[in-house]
């Protein structure tokens, strides 16, 4: 009995070598960030990995930082999805394009989500669009709490492989344009201005961002102020505990994010509405 123990202890400890060695943590996302009129940020992630149980397995996140009132937050465990250049596609949860419009679905219990995006472009970089649509809370024991969802809005592609470490991102919008800083994405830096785009490259920004930090970007001065309101999701919150023990095991340490809501001045104009994403994966 003790033989036959040690004898799968030591094919699981070399089925685990194997798998450190072979398989490299991928994820691919989408992201859509919009600020609406009442200078609420919604952010909505769509990610693809390859360290779940499931093949294609989908993880959806929905975040609405509200100037007055607690952040909504929502995070579900889909799949099977498929992810491409057309948005997400075959679960429940959903973003799909539709000619020039993006169509965007999220399904649960806790948060549902119905939106339509128009004029969001994907070229690099990317124009912000309109995003059109509800996010409503049902409570069975109360009348429902949401948000009126009405604002500029940019999309963004992300693909990242391997073991996550330390990051921030920046992102902006406003019906003139936006301003997007983050590593990961395709398109890694940009701002567009009443219709006009530049890449932009910046030193990697603040992982703490407590006082109002000034940048020159393509020839325009950019002012990111921080606010009050964040948001932190901890590393496999709401995953199977078999899930975070497996993706342990291959070496994938899913990041703890930060979101923080941010003001961003451009050129002295009215300030835009924006989040602050810090992805820190050194622990998770």
């Known amino acids: 009995m003790v033989r036959w123990i040690a004898t ?56 609405l930082l509200r100037p007055d009132g607690s952040p909504l ?23 799909d394009r539709t000619g020039d419009a993006w169509e965007l679905r999220v399904e649960g219990d806790a948060m549902r989500v119905r939106a339509r995006a128009e004029g969001l472009g994907t ?19 109360a009348s429902s709490e949401g948000a009126r969802l009405d604002g500029a809005a940019v999309l963004t592609h992300i693909r990242s492989t391997g073991t996550p470490t330390l990051t921030t991102a920046l992102y902006a919008v406003d019906r003139d344009g936006s301003v997007v800083i983050d590593p990961l994405a395709a398109c890694g830096g940009f701002l567009v201005l009443d219709g006009r785009g530049a890449a932009v490259r910046t030193a990697p920004l603040p992982y703490d961002l407590d006082e109002r930090l000034d940048l020159e970007l393509a020839g325009h001065r950019v002012v990111i102020t921080p606010g009050r309101r964040q948001w932190t999701e901890p590393a496999f919150d709401g995953a199977f505990g078999a899930e975070a023990l497996l993706a342990r095991a291959v070496g994938y340490h899913e990041p703890t994010v930060t979101f923080q809501r941010v003001r961003v001045e451009v050129d002295g104009r009215t300030p835009w509405a924006g989040v602050l994403v810090v992805r820190d994966g050194r622990g998770g």
Do not use: K
């Open 73 to 95: 937050a929502h995070r579900a465990i889909r799949g099977p999805a498929r992810l491409d250049g057309d948005g997400v596609h075959g679960a429940l949860d959903t973003l």
């Open 8 to 63: 799968w202890l030591a094919l699981a400890l070399v089925g685990l070598g194997v798998a450190r060695l072979v398989i490299r943590p991928a994820q691919e996302s989408w992201w859509l960030v919009s600020a609406g009129r009442d200078d609420a940020v919604l952010v909505a992630q769509y990610t693809v990995g390859n360290t779940g149980l499931f093949a294609d397995q989908l993880t959806t996140r929905v975040l």
């Open 123 to 141: 070229a690099c970089p990317p124009a912000p669009g309109r995003l059109d649509g509800f996010l409503d809370i049902p409570d069975a024991s």
